[in-house]
Structure formats: structure tokens, C-alpha cells
């Protein structure tokens, strides 16, 4: 198996040791001969690649099936081709697939990562929302039924607080719920997942007003 790597992807990270849920693009890129002599398709994949890697901890698998679902394109080994000739991205091979890191995997930093159920993409933002709460809090995230039984009804009930407070926007969710839990950690408090629906909406003006 081969995995995706973008060269120098530290150029465009905000920052490295938190998700990210947007990064840089300097305007001197259209200057860029490497990054203008791409075509057009080409150029939109690299960017789209830059994204994911973001949320990959610059490990993308290198499915073409995959990107071409979730890039809606064609022929993504063409272009792929195309931008590794320029030395805008490296592929590489590994012999071991848990040594990349799904882009389907809850990546709450650059350093922990989680396997998560292969129909991910297929669950609903207030299952993916709890997955998160469970990874957080130690708890087992794949299938238990048991937990699941007895907690998964008033997690989603919160759950859906938090989903809403962020349009669904999971990147924003993971984060919000990362910072806000490590925040009460830090205060040696004990926290659950009503805690983070109580707490969204404040930490989303604060988030607003810094990145504004």
C-alpha cells in the first residue's frame, strides 16, 4: 500500500499540535511555477490534498476510489501523477497499513489518533459526535454494546446540542470538544459530555472572535 505526503505541508498549518479546521494559502502560490503549471483539476486536487492531510497527520492513503468519491472527480491517478512529477507531494510506500492513518480516523491532534468503524462516513453526526466523546473519555470506541445501551440515549440527546451549536461542522466539534475537555482537565474537574453541550456555545464566540 502507498500512502500521500505533501512536501513542506508545515507551511500551511496554523499550527501543528492542535486539529486543524483551516490552514494557510499564501497569495504569492499564483506566483508559484511549480503550483500555476498544474491545470486547473490539478491545482483543486493538490489544495484538496493539503486539507486532508491536515487531518491526517500528512498520511493519506493512497485510494483512488476513495479520493475520487470524496474529491467528486475522475482519474485522480492522473493528476496525482502529475503533482508528485513537480515534487508538490511524495508517495511512498508502507508495508503496513496501520502505519497510515485513515482520513476517516477522529485525529483529535497531531500525536493520537483512533481507529474508528469502517462505515464512518455512514454514521450520523450525533453518532460520530458520541465516538468522540467515548474516545475522550477513555472509553472503548468500537462496537459496545453494552455501553451503548446504557448511555448512548442521553449522550445523544447532548450530542445533538453540540451538533447543531456547530451546523454539523465535525472538524469544529472535535475541536471544541478536545480544547473544552482538556480545559476542565486542567482544572482537575471532572467532565461529561453535558458538560461540553453546556460549554459550546461560549467557546464558539471565543473561537469566532479569535479567528476572525
Known sequence: MNKISITHLDKYQLYKHKQMVWFKWYIDAIQDYKFMSLSEKDRFIFISLVGLACKSNNSIVMDS??????????????????????????????????????TTDIVLNTTEEVKVPKD???????????????????????????????????????????????????????????????????????????????????WRQEYEKDNK
Do not use: H
Open 65 to 102: 476510489k476513495f479520493l475520487e468519491r470524496i474529491l467528486n472527480t475522475t482519474e485522480v491517478t492522473i493528476s496525482l501523477d502529475n503533482i508528485s512529477k513537480l515534487g508538490l507531494i511524495v508517495i511512498s510506500k508502507v508495508d503496513n497499513i496501520d502505519d497510515v492513518i485513515p
Open 120 to 202: 464512518f462516513d455512514n454514521l450520523t453526526i450525533i453518532q460520530k459526535t458520541v465516538l468522540v466523546y467515548k474516545k475522550l473519555k477513555g472509553f472503548n470506541v468500537r462496537e459496545d454494546k453494552d455501553w451503548d445501551n446504557a448511555n448512548f440515549g442521553m449522550c445523544a440527546k447532548y450530542a445533538k446540542i453540540i451538533a447543531t451549536c456547530f451546523n454539523d461542522d465535525f472538524d469544529t466539534i472535535k475541536l471544541c470538544m478536545k480544547e473544552l475537555s482538556d480545559k476542565f482537565i486542567n482544572k482537575g474537574l471532572d467532565w461529561s459530555i453535558k458538560a461540553i453541550a453546556s460549554n459550546c456555545y461560549d
